[in-house]
Structures are given as C-alpha cells and as structure tokens.
C-alpha cells in the first residue's frame, strides 16, 4: 500500500520499500504484546520495564510500517512514520521520541532516568499502539 509521505522518504534513503509480509507482521505484534506483558510486571526492575515497553512500542510500529510495505533502520522513523501509517498525531508519538532519546541514553551512554509514571504512560500508549495495529491489520 502505497503513501506519498512514505515514498518520499523511500527517495531520500530513509525507508527501504519491500512486499508486505503478514506473517513477519504477526510476529512482531505478537512481540509487542509480550514485551508489553514483561514492561507490566512488577517484580522487574523500573529500568528493565521502561526497556520493555519501548522495545514493544518499537515492535508494534515496525509492524504497522511492514503492513504498508516499508522498512526502516532507524528507530526514530519507524516512529515518526506513525503520523502516515496509523493516523497518529504528533504529541502521540512524540512520546514515543522521548523514550526513544532516553534509550539512547542509556543504550550509548549507561544513563537511564525513569520514573514510575513514565513506564506507566508508555504502557497505556503501546496498549492503544498494537490495537491501532490489529485494527490496521484486520481491515
């Protein structure tokens, strides 16, 4: 499924175009929802929570990008293109952005500064991400 937002950045080098796999799709739904299920698990670390819950974000966009036959390296876009894939506005996926920027923080540089409310709110946001997704996927 074709978008001229997404074809763009194809031109520029920012996704790869590639055939829809339904299949690949359905695994990394079915990655985000347990990756979901680990962020919610309270006997885990607050850090190992937040990890959790953006790698299910993370899932759950690339899935959506996949169903409309795109591919991405960076982590960044795959979340940006949430605006053309699902329809979501920017102060929706623009917290994704920030736990993206913690991630690397803590990924490149050892240093992760969440709190509670923070795995919260991701929580909730990939619960609404991966339904948004099957809803997609379903069509």
């Known amino acids: 499924m074709s978008q ?24 990394m739904l079915s990655m985000a929802r347990s990756r979901l299920n680990d962020a919610q698990l309270s006997n885990l670390s607050l850090e190992g ?3 959790s819950a953006y790698n ?13 036959g795109y591919r991405s390296e960076n982590r960044y876009t795959v979340f940006q293109c949430l605006t ?3 329809g979501w506005p920017a102060n929706r996926w623009r917290v994704l952005d920030t736990a993206h920027q913690k991630r690397n923080l803590a990924e490149y540089e050892g240093y992760l500064d969440v709190e509670e409310s923070t795995v919260a709110e991701m929580c909730t946001l990939v619960q609404g991400l991966i339904l948004d997704v099957q809803r997609l996927v379903v069509k």
Do not use: Y
Request: no cysteine; net charge positive.
């Open 4 to 27: 001229p937002e997404l074809d763009n950045l194809v031109r520029i080098g920012q996704l790869k175009a590639e055939p829809r796999n339904t299949q690949e799709v359905n695994r």
């Open 49 to 51: 929570r937040f990890t």
């Open 56 to 68: 299910a974000a993370h899932s759950a966009a690339l899935a959506a990008l996949r169903w409309h």
């Open 84 to 86: 053309h894939t699902l």
